[in-house]
Every structure is written in C-alpha cells, then in structure tokens.
C-alpha cells in the first residue's frame, strides 16, 4: 500500500512540475478585442497602452482599468503601432489607418503629423524614431522627416512603392537602418541616404499563407515571405528575419544569410520576432509563441487561447505581453528558475534529434536539395558534349571500263562496270549558349518548385508527428496509475505516432530510439 501511495505522489508530483513548466496567461484588456499594438512605460511597467482596431486606451494600474486617451472617425481607425520618441516617455507616437499622430504629454492631446496622398500612403504600419529623423512605413512606401514631421520625404526606388512591414534600428547605432517590406529587406549604412537590398524575398507557393491569417493583411503582403526583421540588442552584426519558410539569421549585417535552427518550432510561418535586453529571441509564428533557450525553441503558448497573435512586448519586469484578435494577454513566465525546469529535456533522451528525423525523412522521399543542384549541373553539361552526325554516300555511277589485252578471254573488249565506292564524313557541333540557359532548365525550375512545396510539407508533417508523440509521453507520465483506459490510449498513440515516424523515414526512427 505504501507502494502505491508513493506511486500516485510521484505521479502527482510530476504533474505539477509539468504545469509550472507552462507560463500561465492572463487576459488584462478586460473586453477589448482586436489588440495590435502595447507600449510600457519605461521604468513603470504598471502603466501600459494599447492600440486596438477602436483606438488607444491607457492603464495605470498594469491592466486592471482602462480608460480610453485617443480614437479615430472614419473607416480606418485602427493602432497599428505605438512608440515613444527616443528616451522621453512623455512623447507618443501612433502610427493608423488614418495617419501619424502624436502626443506630447503622454496621450492627453493628439495631433496628426502625416497625412498620404491616398489610402494606401495614409495607413501608417511602422515606425522609427532616432534623433532628429523619423522614419515612417506606410502600405505605399517608406517616408523621411529630418524636422520632428514638420515636413516628409519619400523615399525613392523601391522602397518608395513597397508595403513597409517594420523598420529596425538601435540608437546606438543611428547609422545602420533597416527595412523589411514586401519586396525584401533593405539596408541603409549613412541613416536613409542610399540603400542596398540584402534579401530578396520570393513569392509565396499558390499565393496564400494560411486560411488562419487574419483577414486585413493586404494582398501584397500575401505574396511576399517577408513578415519582421529584428537586430540582437548586443550584437548588432547579428540579424534575424522572420519569413514564411522560417526564421533566418545573417551574422554580417545581412550579407550572408543562414536558415536558423528550427528545433522545437512547430511551424516555419513565422511572422513576428522580439529581443529581451539580455538578447533572448522570442517569435510569434503561425503555431503559437515561442522562445529560444539551450539551442532549441520552446512553445509558451499552451495556455495562450488565441487564432493569431500580432504583436508582443517585454517590460523590465521580465513580463511578456500577446496582442491578439481577443485582447492582450500577459504572462510572468513563472516556469523560469523552477525546480526540475530541465525536465523537458529527459524526454528527449534515447530520442534521435529532430534534425536527424528531418534528414532522414528526406532521403527516403528523395526531395535533397542536392538533387535539384544535380539536375542543373547535368543540364549545363548538356552543352559540352557534341552533336555527332555521320554522313554516307554510295557512287555507283561513270565507273565503266574496257576489258582487254588477252586473247585467251572469251569477254575479252567488252565495256565492263566497276565497283561502287561509298564516301563517308562525321561532324561534330556544339550550341555554347546552352552553357548559360537551356531549354531543360524550364523544366527544372517547375520541377524543384513541386519539390519544394513537397519537402515543405513533409517537414511540417515530420515536425507535428515528432513533437506531438513527446507531448503524449509527458501526458502519458502525468497519468495516475488507476487511469488504466487512458494509460492504454496513450501507449497505444504512442505507438501510432512512431509508426507514423518510421513510415516517413522508412524504419529509420524506431531503430535510433535508445
């Protein structure tokens, strides 16, 4: 009996580590839905605001009462973002659907600093703020002022007419500028005076993200992977991008760009990414939010009921705030520094990585991308190999002679006909153009895109089978030993999600479990 009782205690014990584990959410805009923009008070976090799709609304009391500082008429009064001007707290910017306006005595008058031409040029999405220059991101183009908005500049080129998703800058560095937009991302080293693009964005498979997204995410943006670019607070060299085919990271400025890692990110469609002062990444994808600690991601949106979250933020207590279509969440986090915090990490043992799954997965379904590499280079050497034809005549014509000189011949001066001779030639030619396109080409392109969208999707499948058979483990251990119907559908699912594991890696997964 002892046994047993300390069975169940284990067990019970396990369970609330497993729940500690969890950051535990609460919802603090107390009705308000549509939540796209918060901003904290710097050195009070209790005073917080936040932009919904009716206006901006201030608390004083960390969120347990609103009252309401700024609203719009007309048809686009949603805060798309808020910021404060540099280090003064009392100066508030908010970028609209209707404009840019400011306040400077921290939301008690507005006024409008920046009007466009059209809608398009109106609907402010992004916002820098640095000494003496402003710059402003708008659904039609990237727009300068060097006189506190007194008077604006656009930019030209392409990020004159593109849709800016967010600008990227450290006042410490008031030089280096960046902007992610629908064509790309740009980069400035002499604050906006000349450009560069650093990454050049491809078209979005089929032209759709998710049926998820939400619903005023303009076609433009529909088409691009773009979605955020952020800077590592203390190494500033270091850039991360968030795109629809995952997060991707440049260690020299965005000269060079790498695919970060993707462990323990249940999805690639990432579109929102956040630093804490101590350079923790923190991403918003479309599976949820998520943090990256001892070299892989872990989800902190299990407690979270959302569809898509929009917008987060970071105060110096260490909370983290969730602007979604139902309000603005909160989390303490409080499963930092827990007691058994590493317990996560024990379900892994005697597991293969997930990037040995990944891997292996895609050999046995043979989508590599060295194949596709392959391909090209048989196709360039299409060209150095000759075009072989061979020619062949038969002359059977004035070949006619006279037998004679013998009188012991019966045929003798008779017109006799000769052999017939066969004349023969090869050549040899080679079109170099195909050095540098081919008409092969054309159909390798068709083919690696297919190829991609079926690696895409088998490791989004790989990813979601992996992470979902240690989720029912953990769930499995939480069980109490009574529980013998659950217990048994719990091994059995276990066993579903290896067979499902060993089908996409042909038996590779189930011979690597230690």
């Not at 560095?173 to 604050?191: I, M, Q, R, T, W």
């Not at 433009?220 to 955020?228: K, L, T």
């Not at 500033?236 to 760009?257: D, H, I, Q």
Request: with cysteine; glycine share 8%.
């Amino acid at each position: 009996m002892k046994k047993v009782i300390m069975i169940l205690a284990g067990f019970s014990l396990l369970a609330v580590k497993l729940w500690a584990l969890e950051p535990q959410w609460q919802e603090i805009s107390r009705g308000a839905v549509n939540v796209k923009a918060v901003l904290m008070k710097r050195g009070n976090s209790e005073v917080i605001y936040m932009g919904t799709d009716r206006g901006i609304f201030k608390s004083e009391d960390g969120g347990s009462v609103w009252r309401s500082i700024f609203s719009l008429r007309g048809d686009s009064h949603a805060i798309n973002y808020l910021t404060f001007a540099s280090q003064d707290n009392k100066v508030i910017y908010a970028g609209t659907g209707n404009g840019l306006f400011f306040s400077a005595n921290e939301g008690q008058r507005w006024n409008r600093l920046f009007k466009g031409k059209d809608s398009f040029e109106t609907n402010c999405t992004a916002l820098s703020y640095l000494p003496q220059v402003i710059y402003l991101g708008t659904k039609s183009g990237l727009f300068v002022s060097k006189d506190k908005g007194r008077s604006w500049r656009k930019q030209s080129g392409k990020l004159g007419n593109s849709r800016i998703l967010n600008i990227a800058c450290i006042e410490k560095e008031p030089n280096f500028l960046y902007v992610a937009c629908a064509d790309g991302v740009f980069k400035s080293v002499d604050s906006g005076l000349s450009w560069e693009r650093i990454y050049l964005t491809h078209p979005v498979e089929n032209g759709a993200e998710s049926e998820e997204e939400s619903e005023d995410r303009d076609e433009e943006a529909r088409y691009s992977e773009v979605r955020y670019i952020a800077i590592d607070p203390n190494q500033t060299s270091n850039l991360y991008l968030a795109t629809s085919r995952g997060v991707y990271r440049s260690k020299n400025r965005g000269s060079e760009w790498e695919l970060f890692s993707e462990y323990g990110l249940l999805s690639r469609d990432t579109h929102f990414l956040l630093f804490s002062e101590k350079s923790e990444l923190y991403a918003a994808a479309k599976s949820g939010v998520f943090v990256y600690r001892g070299e892989a991601w872990r989800e902190l949106s299990f407690n979270l009921s959302c569809r898509y979250v929009n917008f987060m933020g970071l105060d110096k207590e260490g909370n983290l705030y969730a602007c979604t279509e139902k309000g603005l969440f909160k989390s303490n986090l409080r499963y930092r520094g827990l007691p058994g915090s590493d317990i996560i990490s024990d379900y892994f043992k005697g597991e293969p990585k997930i990037e040995e799954v990944q891997k292996e997965a895609i050999k046995y379904a043979e989508v590599a991308p060295e194949k596709i590499a392959n391909w090209r280079k048989q196709a360039r050497k299409k060209a150095i190999l000759p075009q072989v034809s061979i020619g062949l005549d038969r002359n059977s014509g004035d070949l006619w002679h006279w037998e004679g000189g013998s009188t012991t011949k019966s045929d003798d001066d008779t017109l006799r006909r000769g052999r017939d001779t066969l004349d023969w030639d090869v050549r040899l030619s080679w079109d170099l153009s195909e050095l540098i396109w081919n008409n092969d080409q054309t159909s390798i392109d068709t083919r690696s895109r297919l190829m991609v969208q079926l690696r895409d999707d088998l490791l989004d499948e790989v990813n979601k089978t992996y992470f979902e058979r240690i989720r029912v483990k953990m769930e499995l251990d939480s069980l109490q030993i009574e529980d013998r119907k659950k217990r048994f559908e719990k091994e059995l699912r276990v066993k579903e999600l290896t067979a499902s594991l060993d089908a996409l890696t042909g038996g590779y997964f189930s011979s690597q479990i230690r």
